[in-house]
């Protein structure tokens, strides 16, 4: 059996588990994403019935804070190994670690101090800006309260890497990443086999370029970004900058952009079709079931996908293959 239950989606908090459980090499469960704090993901978990001690593995899509905020302190409660592209792996590296900054100022100051005595100056301070978060992440409410100020906040129990492109197992489940347009490290999707079955997540992406159209052919659940409704995003409350961040090709997929995907190239084949990341602030889960069903009523072989949305503030009952 293939299980697929979503604990979280949007802008507050990102989590999904796959699980198989009668693959050749016994049951695998993967936790894909950990945007919530750890607290909240085990008490998700225990409302449908998954218990976090069984999960094999953490798979990593980018590393904007409504992904990653749980992940530490997740990965190293359960002790299991967590999977990266290595970009993606740094980029998080960077973000956990302390930074020591300095102001210009206080550079030139160390510069001619080091100058006078004969001593090596250090370079400048990198001046490339930290990725930019996603629009709203909330800071992690649970705290590791089990952490000393000692530990590594980058320390994970174990680190895999994984290539956009390139198919991996765990366990019984074939993974296959692939790029997504986004502007985070090396943001990745991925398509899920097992069982026979295909599984396809695609969110957190400003447009569906043709490799990402090719990966979720054939597949018998898709779970995709339905992230803003135009309209109230233009309007709505974000900054100027923002909103172009979140319109741009590389920000998030508007109900349009969805829409357009599902009438002009999805191939149909999907039993569940999940809307996905919906922003509270720039959408409404009217809006956005409004469009999918648009698009899917005006070809009559679509109407047999059943269409869900993943919702923000409690798990979507687990999807069962
Ligand atoms: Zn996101
Ligand atoms: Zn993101």
């Known amino acids: 059996m293939v299980r697929f239950t979503i604990l979280a989606s949007g802008s507050k908090g ?44 953490i798979l990593i899509t980018h590393e904007h804070a409504d992904h990653v905020n749980g992940l530490p302190v997740t990965a190293r409660k359960l002790g299991i190994p967590v999977y990266f592209t ?52 909330v800071p992690d409410p649970s705290p590791d309260l089990t952490q000393d100020a000692t530990i590594d906040p980058a320390r994970l129990p174990a680190v895999h890497y994984f290539q956009p492109g390139q198919p991996f197992h765990i366990g019984s489940i074939t993974v296959s990443p692939f790029t997504i347009p986004h502007d985070a490290a090396d943001p990745c999707g991925f398509v899920f086999t097992a069982e026979g079955l295909r599984l396809g997540l695609a969110t957190d992406l400003g447009y569906m370029p043709p490799n990402v159209q090719a990966q979720l052919r054939r597949c018998d659940l898709i779970m995709l970004e339905s992230n803003h409704d135009l309209e109230m ?47 509270e602030s720039n959408n409404h889960p009217d809006l956005a079931r409004l469009a999918a069903e648009r698009a899917l009523v005006s070809k009559p072989s679509l109407l047999a996908n059943r269409l869900l949305l993943a919702p923000q503030h409690e798990p979507l009952p687990p999807i069962c293959f």
């Open 86 to 137: 290595e970009p993606t792996h740094r980029a998080w590296v960077r973000q956990v670690t302390p930074q020591h900054k300095i102001t210009y100022a206080q550079w030139a100051q160390e510069y001619a101090r080091q100058k006078q005595a004969g001593s090596f100056p250090n370079p400048l301070p990198d001046p490339e800006p930290d990725p930019a978060p996603d629009p709203d992440p």
């Open 233 to 279: 995003l233009r309007d709505g409350p974000y900054p100027w900058a923002v909103k172009q961040r979140v319109l741009s090709r590389v920000g998030h997929l508007s109900n349009d952009a969805t829409a357009q995907y599902l009438e002009q190239t999805y191939d149909g084949h999907a039993t569940w079709l999940i809307l996905a990341h919906i922003s």
């Open 14 to 57: 990102n989590s999904s588990i796959v699980t198989s459980e009668s693959g050749s090499s016994g049951s695998t469960r993967i936790l894909i994403d950990a945007g919530l704090s750890c607290r909240e993901l085990f008490r998700r978990m225990a409302q449908v019935n998954e218990d976090p001690s069984t999960l094999d593995a």
